[in-house]
């Protein structure tokens, strides 16, 4: 089996005049996910490096796919789910109206 070695650029950034709200944000994120404030950085600069890559996706009705939008659609669901709902023993009911048959 051959092994393709790719080489490694080791890059110095500083980042001056970083809010210390923003880095203690930073920090605990890290701390959650059980990684290093350099780690956390580093993904976060490799998401924003590969979203031009994401192929964008579309609804039905062509609308583009995002996060939000997928939150604004469950929470619409949720909303129908109240004024639909059949109560419970209604669906009692036909149950037993399925077994006669």
């Known amino acids: ?7 490694v650029k080791v890059m110095t950034i500083i980042l001056e005049n970083l809010d210390p709200e923003i880095l203690e944000k930073l920090q605990n994120q890290a701390i959650s996910h059980g990684r290093t404030l350099i780690e956390k950085i580093e993904i976060i600069l490799i998401n924003e490096a590969q979203k031009d890559k994401i192929e964008t996706r579309y609804n039905a009705w062509g609308k583009t796919l995002n996060q939000k939008s997928i939150e604004d659609t469950i929470n619409e669901m949720k909303k129908l789910r109240k004024n639909v ?17």
């Open 1 to 7: 089996m051959i092994k393709r070695l790719s080489r």
């Open 85 to 101: 709902a059949i109560d419970r023993s209604e669906i009692l009911d036909t149950k037993e109206d399925g077994r006669r048959f």
